[in-house]
């Protein structure tokens, strides 16, 4: 009989690159039974021997939630959960009650994060925090064990419940993904990429600063600006328009919605530069942006703002410069230099290149990842 594992989503789609091309498509191949459960669209699927059975959540509150989820996982049977929130922990443990299962917490997102706090002020807010995080620490001790996407969001859980088994699973692409393309003249036109959330927070007002002022420096240089994602809200669109009209004419920015996974792979490698310059916060510099890693895949040099998470992840930096966000003078003589200097703009993008094929890519963690769940059908 097929050992069974599900991959329980309340925060991510069927369809999430870590959990559907990464996680479930390795174990599949390793000869897993796989279902994805996502609370997030009704779906239901077989691809690449993987069950998609997901369902919308928009309309049920915290128990109807648990209570379907439990009804799915019943009708599964699986041997192993993998969890992506505290929420889908907490059901699995609810259907744990019945039937004997592993639970694995995959820990990816900071929680509680500023995101769940924007709507609560003073003590309401600190009211809030505590109770997320009373829910966030009950899911870990209802886990067996973790999955950690990254240094410093695993510290809490490696410190409280330092006797449970873990893995490091970064946030690597798998290099098949992804399509390479040869390198471009950049002196009389630049392609320029963003991708992400489009709104202060995530550094937009910084890249189209940054660019603005590149404008003015090089202004023989067309900037092309093709940024993928979306307005979280009508106030950033319209905060956009604004950083839109402030542009000079050799600037030309383009704007699309977020892309499916393959399609997204396929279309960013084909820029001549990356840039992410999110603000620095505390949550923002803990965080390792998964982006990162699948700029350096495509092989073209990258400005990225000075978070700690990545100078922890991230030793040498020798394919491009980690930035003041706030320093859009700075950021913009990094783009003029490499339009000045083809020979270190060409050493860069190689750089990228190899340190991806060499170190962060998944074939060098997937082993790892499927070691760690054969050690919980061992007994």
């Not at 091309?21 to 599949?28: G, I």
């Not at 995959?106 to 509680?112: H, I, K, N, R, S």
């Not at 074939?363 to 769940?373: G, Q």
Request: hydrophobic share 35%.
């Amino acid at each position: 009989m097929s050992k069974k594992i599900a991959l329980l989503n309340t925060w991510h789609n069927s369809y999430d690159d870590r959990v559907f091309y990464h996680q479930a498509k390795c174990l599949a191949e390793n000869g897993y039974k796989i279902q994805i459960i996502s609370t997030k669209e009704a779906c239901y699927k077989e691809l690449d021997n993987i069950t998609i059975n997901s369902f919308n959540d928009i309309n049920l509150d915290r128990i109807e939630k648990v209570n379907k989820i439990t009804g799915y996982l019943k009708v599964f049977l699986p041997d192993i959960i993998i969890c992506d929130s505290p929420l889908a922990v907490l059901a699995t443990n609810n259907y744990r009650t019945t039937h004997r299962v592993k639970i694995i917490y995959d820990v990816t997102e900071w929680y509680p994060s500023k995101i769940n706090l924007r709507h609560s002020k003073g003590f309401q807010k600190l009211l809030r925090f505590f109770m997320l995080l009373m829910a966030n620490l009950s899911a870990g001790l209802a886990a067996d064990s973790f999955i950690f996407g990254e240094y410093y969001k695993s510290l809490e859980y490696r410190c409280i419940y330092f006797w449970k088994k873990q893995c490091k699973l970064p946030y690597y692409p798998d290099l098949n993904y992804i399509q390479n393309y040869p390198l471009g003249e950049i002196t009389s036109e630049m392609n320029i990429l963003y991708t992400g959330k489009i709104n202060p927070d995530k550094g937009i007002d910084a890249v189209m600063g940054a660019i603005k002022t590149a404008g003015k420096t090089c202004p023989q240089t067309v900037f092309k600006l093709k940024i993928i994602g979306n307005f979280p809200t009508v106030d950033d669109r319209y905060h956009f328009n604004n950083l839109l009209a402030e542009m000079s004419g050799n600037i030309q920015v383009t704007v699309i919605k977020s892309l499916p996974f393959p399609e997204y792979c396929k279309t960013i490698g084909n820029t001549d530069l990356f840039l992410d310059l999110r603000k620095i916060d505390f949550e923002n510099s803990h965080c390792l942006p998964i982006k990162l890693f699948y700029y350096l895949a495509c092989g073209r040099p990258v400005l990225y703002s000075n978070l700690k998470a990545v100078r922890k992840e991230v030793k040498n930096i020798n394919f491009g410069y980690l930035c003041d966000p706030n320093d859009t003078e700075s950021i913009a003589a990094h783009i003029k230099d490499y339009i000045d200097n083809p020979r270190l703009y060409a050493e860069h993008a190689s750089n990228a290149l190899s340190v991806s094929r060499s170190t962060y890519n998944w074939k060098a963690v997937e082993k790892n990842f499927i070691t760690f769940i054969e050690s919980h059908f061992k007994k």
